[in-house]
């Protein structure tokens, strides 16, 4: 006979509020993918002062010597939109984690604006 005392009382989650939450997931990164290969891209960064890479041209040779991949991997990471806030996001998220930067330099409090 079992001890209604001694039993373990387990709380289900409905099915329904799972799947729920498996799609509001998948939706906000289905929305973040199609806002990055969709929205406009910049052509300087202002924080850095360059001129970001530019979308190469495609040619059969480019692309089978690996030089139209290789550029256009450069171009696709370095004008993503919204490119400051995203580095902003990530570079306080390794903080938070304590992770730190793969150069060995870390910047402890605010930074000084850029004059421009």
Do not use: H
Request: with cysteine; glycine share 6%.
């Amino acid at each position: 006979m079992k001890n209604k005392n001694t039993e373990k009382t387990e709380k289900k989650t409905p099915r329904g509020f799972l799947i729920f939450n498996i799609a509001a997931i998948l939706a906000v990164f289905a929305g973040i993918a199609v806002f990055i290969n969709t929205a406009p891209r910049p052509t300087v960064s202002e924080e850095e002062q360059r001129e970001l890479a530019k979308c190469p041209r495609f040619t059969v040779e480019s692309y089978f010597s690996g030089e139209f991949t290789e550029k256009f991997s450069e171009y696709y990471n370095d004008a993503v939109p919204m490119r400051s806030v995203w580095k902003l996001i990530i570079s306080e998220f390794r903080d938070n984690l304590g992770i730190k930067s793969d150069d060995g330099v870390d910047f402890i409090g605010p930074l000084p604006e850029i004059e421009k």
